[in-house]
Structures are given as C-alpha cells and as structure tokens.
C-alpha cells in the first residue's frame, strides 16, 4: 500500500480586514487568484498525494474556477472557526488516515500564497520524522507587557507561519478531542499542544511567506512576485 502526505488549504474565511466584498483568497494577485498560487506550490511537492481545498459553500463557483487547472483538488465545506473548518478536512481524510494511506497532515493558509515548495518540503520532512512541525520567523518586533510596563522585546519570540505538518493519525485523534470538550485553539499547533503528545519542531520560515490581511498586503506580495 501506498502512503502518502495530504495538504489541507484554508479559503473558507471572509478576510474582511483586506475591504473587499470578495472573499480575499479570490482576489487577483500578478495575473491569478491569490489562492491558485499555494494550491501550484503544493502541487509541486512530489511528497504531497492528496490536496484539499477547504471554501465557504457561497464560494463554490469562484473554487470551480479556480480549480479548472487541478484536475486532483477535492473540496470541503469550511465550518463556523478555522479550527472546524480543519476538523471537516480531517474528517474528510479520516478514511485514508485510519487505513495508513495519508500518513501526515499539511494545514496551509490560502492567503499565504507566497509559500513555496522548498518550504512545504521542509515541513514535510521534520512532520515525519518528528510527528510534527510549525515554520516560523525570529519576532524580534514582538514587545511583552510587565506590570503596566512595556518590555522592548520578548526573548525568543517566534512568529509562526503556515503550512503547519502533523502525524496524520495524533492530528485527527487530538482534534476530536477537541471538539468533544469544546476546545478552540488559535491555530493547529496550540490544538496539538492541548490534546496530543507529540513533538512540534520549528522550521526556519521564509520572510516572503506573508500572510494577505491588509490592502498593502496585496501590494507587497505582488511586488515580490514580480521581482
């Protein structure tokens, strides 16, 4: 039996914060959609067999669309947080991952699309050999809070950053788990934190890596693509 690593990409949020009516991984970036671009990325990571796509149901046409050129890209309905939109996509694989043929799990953010597949290779690596791995990026910009006082810098801060890779089998249990207790975690990791015991390793990050939030986003990550 072949055994192989699944990417799950995350479009099924509104992205409000960018000011337009268009759910943000739809909109135009240097000639594509922002999220054609991590979807090509995945697809050129020969350890990468299964690649989901996880939208927003009133998204539906602008994903077919979208996926015209990935013959190979299921889909899965989002939920109401991001945390059950991944729990849909794990459900969605459980049938492979309890019958060993997805070993590991990449969660990506779509409106990540500068990701490359240097990167997601990395992740992939460290995930199997240590059932887990998070890239992220030194924060030296990231300042704490002391009694009402302002600390310059919080010594070994990590900005964390997507795709985030986990053993398929914990990843699935641990967020089962969190559903029945109700748990809500900021992202994966903190999920596997809670509910399962599995190492997570950092990968270095790539500063390119950014994440579309704000209109200048879209400005910066077209300026990098067009270098």
């Known amino acids: 039996m072949e055994t192989t690593a699944a990417a799950v990409v995350l479009a099924s949020g509104a992205g409000t914060r960018v000011g337009a009516k268009l759910n943000k991984v739809y909109l135009p970036l240097a000639g594509r959609r922002v999220v054609t671009w991590s979807l090509d990325a995945f697809a050129r990571v020969p350890g990468i067999g299964v690649l989901v796509l996880v939208i927003r149901p009133q998204d539906a046409e602008l994903a077919e669309e979208v996926l015209a050129g990935h013959e190979n890209v299921e889909i899965v309905y989002g939920g109401d947080t991001r945390q059950a939109s991944e729990l849909n996509a794990l459900r969605h694989l459980a049938p492979r991952i309890t019958g060993g043929r997805v070993d590991a799990v990449l969660l ?108 200048h986003d879209l400005v910066a990550a077209e300026r990098l693509l067009t270098r």
């Open 108 to 215: 990506h953010d779509a409106a990540r699309p500068l990701v490359h597949p240097e990167l997601i290779g990395a992740v992939l690596a460290r995930t199997r050999e240590d059932g887990g791995a998070v890239p992220g990026l030194a924060a030296d910009d990231v300042v704490g809070v002391d009694a009402g006082h302002l600390v310059a810098q919080v010594p070994g801060a990590i900005r964390v950053q997507t795709p985030q890779g986990f053993r398929a089998g914990p990843l699935l249990e641990a967020y089962e788990k969190a559903e029945r207790e109700g748990f809500v975690g900021t992202d994966t990791s903190s999920c596997m934190e809670r509910f399962s015991s599995l190492p997570i390793r950092w990968v270095p990050g790539a500063p390119e890596n950014l994440k579309i939030t704000y209109p």
